[in-house]
């Protein structure tokens, strides 16, 4: 159903109005991926039943906390929950039953309909990465975020082919008032791109203005009937529900708009050290989460989240692109379809302080579990550096360029006719080379995935072009994008409504930094 | 069978003169790995059966090639093969019948027998970077390859733990004349490390050669008993074989010594650009080449190989890690596994010319597919870099911590009552946290994988330490092993022996570097 409804609006089905604000001058993006591939499994369905026995003991002996949040406390008690002070416990069964009004996936619209995104099912939607305060580049080397730089990623993410997603906070522009940045980056997504993009949950309020300022862009009528954005609500784990985030939460639900509601989990830290007691706890945080979203409002849309990782013992360093944050993805994975809700993890993650090898080791790791274990919304995509304290400008097109080749390795094996290639075969015959047979011919444009950021030169060349590594490659590829950036036309009085928005809101209270 | 036999080995069974010379100063190397997980599967059953009915259109109705082997082509007449010329055109289902003679798995013995390696079944067996003339490190940049470097080589692998195998060629020691560097490079695996190693294929005498090393070596008795060598022959793709490897194949099958079986497939340029074509392509050729090994020695062991890669279209440069390469490798090991044979494909490849993000990225897509695809030995797992035109110092122990991640991996998750965990959920309740609890401190020093390379530090202390990138580290790392090896202890009239061998065969006759 949902599927049907994109492929509808993507034939153009959204309205005279919408088409006409449509970009004249358009970047190629992909199609978001839709798996022709299976999902990797690690878990045995004994194991399964086991952790979703174990976590529904740990919501019905020990409970979640609704700290702050008597609203919160009163759902919980009037669904049946047994409600102390900040503590709920919720009877065994109870919160399952609760998540299953909760859509097995659903469509987010962009103003550009080509570019809405179906949001589960066999489907992986790529966005870029979330929340760094600072950024780096090879010739500022690592500062602050600011507002320029938001903008800057914000194109790059327009630009670039394998990117399905603009994102949210794909930094934190410090350099902008606390209670106003919202405006601002909302602004920048608007404008600055047409894919479709990410609410603010830093207050109720500012949800309040993210689902305000879509109004302005997508129209009251249409907002109210589909989902335009999809949110990060954060579950401080272990098993805390902040007030704040769960105040944005009900705003989006309430308003029919999408939320990742996502465990934050460095292994060690804010759950056990093992693969399955850390799968006990993000299920159990999950099943209360999305549970509390349906009471919020049911059939309001939502993600099944798992930001896991694990933890240096020495340092307490987060490190990523492990084999454990890889048994937890793949469980989560598997605990997400028996739920059947979307599914949110993985991502470019590293540790690496530089887009060098390491960064590249522990992000290819971490971006092919994401394929593999049935990931339906990649945030952190391309672009993370060092833990997510930063965001990169050259290892986001280095992993923009790698996300091309999931989408090649998700399209799977064609066995037709012409892919069998018997007859090319047939022509080359034992001792021949294949370069320039027929079927080499027909097909050679289409065969292979091609990056456009790596170097495939002969040594001797890539020598004489003074032996550039993959980090100063990425720099100029860098340049480039940011030069050949074209806006993404709109219509002018949706473009005046939403300056007039931001401006009388930035206007109505003073500069906090707090 | 094999399996117990290995055990049997490892808990001394191998006879006391060997237990004897066994390593008084031995580094610590991890056992081959033994998945506990499931293999990934892109191929259907109606496409496997598709891919399984053309390869065998392909034996008979285009047949494969035997350039100037009489003795071949005679084998092949009398097995029922049509014979035309240096064209063996093997009827419907012959060649997989012939095939079925060869063992579903085999021991590898190692002169220490804790490193017997059991190649097959679930296993996974890692092995180094083989064949390139060229090596690389910070300070000394890219240059011919020379016996100093390869014994490095050696010394690096017999140091890294993660790593089950000697290898063979781990660079070519272009200092050595053509016709004796295979004596210098066994020696120096027989010498500088107590792991399984390769014999040489570069002429069936030498092959021979290697077979007699060995005798000196583990005993002409062992020998005749046991495969202690695992050597590589590779298929001329499309559909040729040299009669110098098949030679060597031939010396090795008459002594029970076990060969990978291996297309060399650059997709596009040996194979069709389509995966299904390469797929069938590649089971044909290792059908014959099997099948052929079972000619020689009816039950020689034998691993089937698969070399694939892309190409890039532009320049005709391979190219590495790419979707079409895992397409055909995750195939190629489920047609391995309808054979029952081990199976080789994978390695830590790239085309990239420093051991950057584009090696890491390219290496960490191989590797964890390797992984999944139930590759069973993986040449090349390490120091691979520049298409393999060169061998790096700094990334082959870069890789070689990487693999230690795939042990890990492998190793599946566990859901005893340590690992569920519900006591430390139980102890830390909601809002707590888990580094100082029970559970943690029982548990963390093997709860997850620990990187001995990469970099995990504050970044202020990182900063502070000259802001090293992975290349640095690593070459530290190289640095410290090189300075840290010791030698294996190996018995004197043994050693002494070997050294003869050498030096008798050298003086036999002139250098020669052609």
Chains 1, 2 share one sequence.
């Not at 970009?23 to 839709?34: D, G, L, N, P, Q």
């Not at 009163?74 to 669904?79: G, V």
């Amino acid at each position: 159903m949902a599927e049907a409804a994109v492929r509808k609006r993507g034939r153009g089905g959204g309205g005279a109005a919408r088409r006409a604000e449509r970009s004249a001058v358009s970047f190629e993006t992909a199609r978001f991926i839709e798996r022709n591939i299976p999902n990797f499994e690690v878990l045995t369905e004994e194991a399964l039943e086991l952790i979703e026995y174990n976590a529904e003991t740990v919501l019905e002996e020990i409970g979640v906390n609704f700290p702050d949040n008597p609203l919160a406390l009163q759902r919980w008690r009037d669904a049946g929950a047994d409600v102390d002070g900040d503590r709920v416990r919720i009877p065994r069964g109870l919160a399952r039953q609760l998540c299953a009004t909760a859509p097995s996936s659903y469509v987010q619209h962009a103003r550009n309909p080509d570019r809405n995104v179906v949001v589960g099912g066999k489907n992986l939607v790529l966005a870029p990465v979330y929340g760094p305060p600072f950024v780096r580049d090879m010739a500022g080397g690592r500062r602050y975020a600011t507002m320029e730089d938001f903008r800057k990623f914000v194109k790059l993410g327009y630009m670039s082919k394998w990117l399905h997603h603009s994102g949210g906070t794909v930094c934190e522009p410090t350099d902008v008032a606390v209670n106003k940045r919202h405006l601002d980056m909302l602004h920048a997504h608007m404008t600055l791109s047409d894919k479709p993009f990410m609410g603010s949950v830093t207050e109720p309020s500012r949800a309040r203005d993210s689902v305000e300022m879509c109004e302005v862009l997508f129209g009251k009528d249409f907002v109210a009937e589909n989902t335009v954005m999809t949110s990060l609500i954060n579950i401080n784990s272990p098993m805390t529900f902040d007030d704040v985030m769960m105040g944005a939460l009900d705003v989006y639900a309430q308003a029919n708009q999408a939320c990742i509601i996502s465990p934050f989990i460095v292994g060690g830290a804010m759950a056990p050290v093992s693969v399955a007691g850390t799968l006990t706890q993000v299920l159990a945080e999950v099943l209360a989460g999305i549970a509390y979203s349906q009471l919020c409002k049911k059939g309001a849309p939502v993600i099944m989240g798992a930001f896991v990782t694990s933890i240096d013992m020495n340092s307490g360093a987060p490190t990523f692109g492990t084999p454990e944050a890889s048994h937890i993805t793949y469980g989560a994975g598997q605990l997400a379809r028996r739920l059947g809700l979307p599914f949110r993890s993985a991502g470019s993650f590293c540790g690496s302080k530089l887009p060098d090898a390491q960064a590249a080791y522990e992000t290819a790791n971490s971006l092919n579990m994401g394929l593999l274990s049935g990931v339906n919304f990649m945030l952190h995509a391309c672009g993370w550096l060092e833990g997510g304290l930063v965001s990169s400008f050259e290892k986001f097109v280095m992993d923009a360029d790698q996300l091309g080749a999931l989408h090649h390795f998700a399209a799977g094996v064609q066995v037709d006719e012409n892919a069998q290639a018997m007859d090319a075969i047939r022509e080359v015959e034992p001792g021949g080379h294949y370069l320039g047979c027929a079927h080499t011919q027909a097909n050679f444009k289409s065969a292979f995935w091609k990056s456009d950021v790596l170097d495939y030169k002969p040594y001797e060349t890539w020598e004489d072009e003074g032996g550039r590594d993959t980090m100063t490659l990425a720099s100029r590829r860098v340049e480039k994008m940011l030069a050949d950036y074209q806006q993404p036309t709109m219509d002018p009085a949706t473009r005046e409504a939403l300056g007039a928005f931001v401006a009388t809101k930035k206007a109505a209270e003073p500069d906090s930094f707090m």
